[in-house]
């Protein structure tokens, strides 16, 4: 069985600064897919990034990029100018594509406070 | 493009009152759509695969007669709560993939705040 471990329960950062987010996973797959969802106070789970484990280039979307260390099983989220609006609870998750039914596992968790 | 939309968006009612709860893909087509649950301060745990036109598939643990699945289309999926209690109140979040994209992220409702009093 896939896990995924958020080891940073609460982190905090202050507007315009950078933060990294931790996130690793265990499986004995070779290929799958690495993503990281938002959830804003509103509980909407917001699509931030994802990583196809295949692709040795790190993923990046504007502010948002991560570190793919795939010998480590390390996928860790990098916010650049840290905005009030990035304040929310981030999930890292996997997914193993087996078909229509693909599942993905999630992380615990970390929320993420912007200060001013 | 690939919008989820989950209704009612919460829910308060009596015990022993049974709740339904509607997951549409508005823009796409989707074969299968997942139901979450989620508690205060937690991840989301996944309760079951809603597959179109066959029975759904549960994660351990998680009670079919209580939760009931149907998918009867290629753009809703329903999760009913049979016969609700307290312990039953939780944060319930639906989401779909678009046919055809296995390897695609699954596009996610915006949820169902059920109490049940």
């Known amino acids: 069985a896939q896990t995924v471990t958020q080891s940073q329960p609460e982190m905090s950062v202050q507007e315009a600064e950078t933060v990294t987010l931790s996130c690793t996973y265990d499986t004995s797959e070779n290929n799958y897919y690495l993503f990281w969802y938002k959830q804003p106070p509103s509980r909407q789970m917001i699509l931030v990034i994802r990583?196809?484990?295949?692709?040795?280039q790190n993923a990046t979307e504007n502010r948002f990029s991560v570190n793919f260390q795939k010998a480590a099983k390390s996928f860790s989220l990098k916010i650049s100018d840290s905005q009030l609006g990035d304040t929310a609870m981030y999930f890292c998750?996997?997914?193993?594509?087996?078909?229509?039914?693909?599942?993905?596992?999630f992380g615990t968790g970390t929320r993420l406070q912007v200060t001013l | 493009g690939a919008v989820v939309s989950q209704h009612p968006s919460r829910v308060i009612c009596k015990s022993g009152t049974s709740v339904k709860i509607e997951c549409r893909s508005l823009d796409f087509q989707a074969t299968t759509m997942f139901w979450y649950r989620q508690f205060p301060k937690q991840s989301l745990m996944l309760m079951a695969t809603?597959?179109?036109?066959?029975?759904?598939?549960?994660e351990q643990g998680v009670e079919k007669d209580k939760f009931l699945i149907n998918h009867a289309s290629l753009t809703l999926s329903t999760l009913t709560v049979t016969s609700a209690h307290p312990e039953d109140s939780s944060f319930y979040i639906c989401s779909a993939r678009e046919t055809g994209n296995s390897n695609q992220p699954q596009h996610f409702g915006d949820g169902t705040r059920l109490s049940i009093l």
């Open positions: 990583q196809e484990a295949y692709k040795q």
């Open positions: 998750a996997f997914m193993i594509d087996t078909g229509t039914a693909s599942k993905l596992t």
């Open positions: 809603s597959n179109e036109g066959s029975k759904a598939t549960y």
